[in-house]
């Protein structure tokens, strides 16, 4: 089971939460792919993801109530931050795309009502909700193994070192160049699913002629 969280005003339309859902539906694991569309709460996100993963795992929880091992997080940006979150309350893997760090730093400049990037929907972020980025945010990571990082040194964004100094000892897997939105996330997609316990297609035999 995969769990995708979009980054700050992006939506489930984003281009790696569709190149993620194809991924999934071409090895037959639609159902088994879940991109919801965040609130602009970060409080509120975070409930709506735990309602989500109660709802999965009612009566497959082990014998000390911890999710199955099977889910992973997969989170762009803000989303990132809140994967990182969650990972470390459920115990879970997680695959962090040019995550934000400091959210609580980073999006002070934007409280106000601004719009959504997919749909031109308003979007308010209010100031009240930077005190629950605090509250979310994981000063030091635990079990680093859990955690793939993939960053970008073109991110126009975030700072990509900051990112790598937060994840010590995680996998990471740091692009020379590319942008925040990771342009080319077709080409590092198997790698995410891998590492999310997907099994690679299986490519189509080659054809040999008789004789």
């Known amino acids: 089971m995969i769990l995708y ?22 090895r ?22 735990l309602a989500w993963v109660a709802r999965q795992n009612d009566g497959a929880h082990d014998s000390n109530g911890d999710v199955p091992e099977t ?15 969650l990972a470390q309350r459920l115990d879970c893997r997680a695959v962090l ?8 730093r980073d ?9 959504q990037y997919h749909s031109e929907e308003p979007f308010e972020f209010k100031a009240e909700y930077m005190a629950q980025l605090r509250a979310l945010t994981v000063p030091a990571i635990t079990r680093p193994e859990r955690y793939f990082l993939i ?13 790598v100094a937060h994840y010590p000892g995680a996998r990471q897997h740091v692009i020379d160049g590319s942008d925040h939105g ?20 299986p490519s189509q035999a080659p054809l040999h002629p008789r004789g």
């Open 182 to 201: 990771i342009s080319e996330f077709e080409d590092y997609a198997d790698e995410v699913l891998a590492f999310c316990g997907i099994a690679p297609q």
């Open 97 to 104: 795309l040019n995550p934000a760090v400091q959210p609580p």
């Open 71 to 85: 889910l992973s997080i997969v989170g762009s940006s803000l989303g990132g931050f809140y994967a990182t979150w």
């Open 5 to 26: 969280l979009h980054g700050f005003r992006s939506s489930p339309h984003s281009a790696k939460a569709q190149i993620m859902a194809r991924r999934m539906e071409q």
């Open 107 to 115: 999006l002070q400049q934007y409280v106000g009502i601004s719009t």
């Open 28 to 49: 037959g694991l639609a159902d088994q792919f879940y991109a919801p569309q965040l609130p602009a709460s970060p409080e509120a996100a975070m409930a709506l993801v």
């Open 151 to 163: 960053a970008a040194t073109g991110d126009e964004v975030l700072d990509w070192r900051e990112m």
